[in-house]
Structures are given as C-alpha cells and as structure tokens.
C-alpha cells in the first residue's frame, strides 16, 4: 500500500474504512471524544505502517482492525496505568498552605545556593578549597586549614577574601551557610 505516497489513495482508503474502524472503536470504548482520538490515531499508525501490509496475508480491513486492535490496546493500558497511580496517591494527604510556603522557602534557598556554587567556580583554587570547607562540609577554620596544609591565619584570610567576593555576587545567607569566621 502507498498511503503515505499518495495523498488520493489515503484519502479512499480512509472512506473505504472510516465506519468499519468507527464502529470497532466504539464497541471498546464508551468516551465519545476519546473514541474521535483512537480512530484519528489509528488511521495515523496505518499511514505509518502502510508498508507492512502484505495482501497475501489478508484483506485491508483485516490488516486495519490488527493495527486498530494495537492502538486500542495501547490506550487501554495507559488508562489502566493512569488509574493504577491515581489509586495509589488517593487518599494522601495533600499540601496545605503550610507545606507549600515551607516548599516555596526551600525553593528560593536551592537557588541561592545554585547561584553561590556557580559564583564560587570563579574563585581562585585556595579562596574556594577554604570556602567549601567551612561553608559546605561543616569544618572550622582550624580544621579547613589543617585538612589544606595551611595555617589558620592564612585560612580565615582566604575565607574572608571568599565571602567578600561572593558577597558582590549574591545574598549573604547564600555566603555565610552556616559557615564559621
């Protein structure tokens, strides 16, 4: 068949089958705007397929209603899915204005925090070892400076310069996470 070569021959195709393919749909499926969307989808597969019909297999219609029968089956599959997950969430408890405005804060905190890592890759090596340290793995000065091989001193310096250079880019809650001075 060359329904997808020749628009004419899709186009007799198509009336030659439309109602056959209608009623088919119909038996199986009670949604009539659903059942509109099955047989404009299976006409669509068949006008993908086309080239897999063999005549000595079969007539065109029986060849339509196999790939009719896979488009229906399909959609039923996605519907008994679609339900499955529905069941599975009915009945949770869903988020009130409280859990939304704490997710809304967490949001906004990711982001701050997204925009300080990248502002952080500009740093020079020393200044963001130190940073990274103190800010994001929790240790104190004294314990980022002994993990560098480096003084204290030299350690609270690197972070300040740090901060300092952050601080132009974003929020200072973003610089300070729970860092120590």
């Given amino acids: 068949m060359r329904l997808n070569e020749d628009p004419a021959a899709f186009e007799a195709f198509y009336r030659r089958h439309i109602d056959a393919v209608m009623r088919f749909v119909v038996r199986r499926v009670n949604d009539p705007h659903l059942a509109a969307d099955l047989t404009a989808d299976i006409f669509l597969a068949a006008l993908d397929s086309a080239h897999t019909y063999r005549p000595g297999r079969g007539s065109e219609i029986a060849w339509l209603y196999g790939v009719a029968r896979n488009v229906v089956s399909a959609q039923l599959r996605r519907t008994a899915r679609e339900a499955q997950l529905t069941s599975r969430v009915a009945g949770r408890r869903l988020m009130d204005d409280d859990d939304l405005g704490r997710m809304v804060e967490k949001i906004d905190a990711e982001r701050q925090m997204r925009h300080a890592l990248e502002a952080m890759r ?32 030299t350690a609270r310096v690197r972070l300040h ?10 929020s200072p809650s973003a610089v300070y996470m729970e860092g120590q001075a």
């Fill in 161 to 170: 310069r740090a901060r300092r250079a952050l601080l132009e880019v974003v």
């Fill in 122 to 153: 500009d740093l020079p090596e020393g200044e963001r070892a130190v940073l990274e340290l103190v800010a994001i793995d929790q240790l104190s000065v004294a314990e980022a400076a002994a993990a560098l091989g480096i003084r204290q001193v």
